[in-house]
């Protein structure tokens, strides 16, 4: 196993999420392929700004570094999946109502990616290394709105994207999307991180604050997460077991891609 063999596995075509006959909340959402290729990122186990995310009011002391998931870790790999086009179309052109392909976004997507990583993380211990996926390890916690391990700021560190307005993270192929993490002791190569600020990507066009049913951000201090976390408790009580909203990482210039400078609104 190396760097090369656990990319191919991650992005195995085979593994690739899709809606099954039997998840699906229509018909014509069966086999529906859920994102587009995954794209990577690598940081060093020890890089100095994971102890500096433990001092950020939005992550918290509370946030593990890579060595206490695992001691001995070398490296963490970031792995960000975009939400396929009909997924990201349905939901910006849905009102205040998240489209079904969304929710299957976010929920069966999510599946295929714990489950994914669940597998290649087995399979780089079978082959001798340490491997752990924070988010399905029984110490990972969630405490308020922040998490001991934050998919997000993992992504930023490693090398994937800087944070929007919206709190979501502006990839190469924009925001609309999941992350996912492992951490090993196999020997990877760093990425270069090609940006110094937390928000270098975002435009501040302010779409997202607009498209926002809940009102959540604000154009000028950003994200609240209480109405955010408000507004998803309601369509988990109207969708359950599915919930899910992403108004504002649809319709927006940052949707698939960093938007270009000129992009305001
Ligand atoms: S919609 Fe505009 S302001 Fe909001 S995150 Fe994207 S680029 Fe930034
Ligand atoms: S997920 Fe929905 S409610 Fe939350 S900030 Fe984005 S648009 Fe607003």
Redesign the pocket.
Same mark, same amino acid.
């Given at each position: 196993m190396n760097e090369d063999m656990l990319k191919e596995f991650i992005s195995d075509p085979a593994l690739a999420a899709t809606v099954s006959e039997t998840d699906a909340l229509r018909k014509d959402l069966v086999g529906m392929r859920i994102f587009d290729a995954p794209i990577f990122a690598i940081a060093a186990a020890d890089d100095p700004l994971f102890l500096r995310l433990k001092s950020d009011a939005s992550v918290g002391a509370h946030h593990l570094l890579p060595a206490d998931w695992t001691p001995g870790a070398r490296f963490v790999l970031s792995v960000f999946f975009p939400f396929a086009k009909r997924v990201r179309a349905a939901n910006a052109a849905a009102d205040r109502i998240p489209a079904a392909e969304w929710l299957h976004g976010r929920i069966e997507g999510q599946k295929c990616i714990s489950a994914v990583f669940a597998a290649a993380a087995e399979v780089l211990r079978r082959a001798g290394f340490s491997a752990v996926v924070p988010a399905l390890d029984a110490r990972f916690r969630s405490e308020g709105f922040t998490s001991n391990w934050s998919e997000r700021h993992v992504a930023f560190v490693c090398g994937l994207g800087t944070f929007g307005l919206?709190r979501g993270l502006i990839t190469e192929k924009g925001i609309a999307g999941r992350f996912a993490s492992l951490v090993t002791d196999m020997a990877l190569s760093p990425t270069r991180r090609e940006y110094e600020d937390l928000y270098e990507y975002c435009v501040f066009c302010g779409l +997202?604050a607009k498209?926002?049913?809940?009102e959540?951000?604000d154009p000028e201090t950003g994200?609240a997460h209480a109405?955010?976390f408000t507004?998803?408790e309601e369509t988990r009580a109207r969708f359950s077991p599915r919930y899910g909203?992403?108004? +504002?990482?649809a319709g927006v210039p940052c949707e698939c891609g960093i938007p270009a400078r000129g992009a305001r609104s």
């Amino acid at each position: 196993m190396n760097e090369d063999m656990l990319k191919e596995f991650i992005s195995d075509p085979a593994l690739a999420a899709t809606v099954s006959e039997t998840d699906a909340l229509r018909k014509d959402l069966v086999g529906m392929r859920i994102f587009d290729a995954p794209i990577f990122a690598i940081a060093a186990a020890d890089d100095p700004l994971f102890l500096r995310l433990k001092s950020d009011a939005s992550v918290g002391a509370h946030h593990l570094l890579p060595a206490d998931w695992t001691p001995g870790a070398r490296f963490v790999l970031s792995v960000f999946f975009p939400f396929a086009k009909r997924v990201r179309a349905a939901n910006a052109a849905a009102d205040r109502i998240p489209a079904a392909e969304w929710l299957h976004g976010r929920i069966e997507g999510q599946k295929c990616i714990s489950a994914v990583f669940a597998a290649a993380a087995e399979v780089l211990r079978r082959a001798g290394f340490s491997a752990v996926v924070p988010a399905l390890d029984a110490r990972f916690r969630s405490e308020g709105f922040t998490s001991n391990w934050s998919e997000r700021h993992v992504a930023f560190v490693c090398g994937l994207g800087t944070f929007g307005l919206s709190r979501g993270l502006i990839t190469e192929k924009g925001i609309a999307g999941r992350f996912a993490s492992l951490v090993t002791d196999m020997a990877l190569s760093p990425t270069r991180r090609e940006y110094e600020d937390l928000y270098e990507y975002c435009v501040f066009c302010g779409l +997202c604050a607009k498209r926002c049913p809940a009102e959540a951000i604000d154009p000028e201090t950003g994200k609240a997460h209480a109405p955010c976390f408000t507004f998803l408790e309601e369509t988990r009580a109207r969708f359950s077991p599915r919930y899910g909203c992403g108004k +504002c990482q649809a319709g927006v210039p940052c949707e698939c891609g960093i938007p270009a400078r000129g992009a305001r609104s």
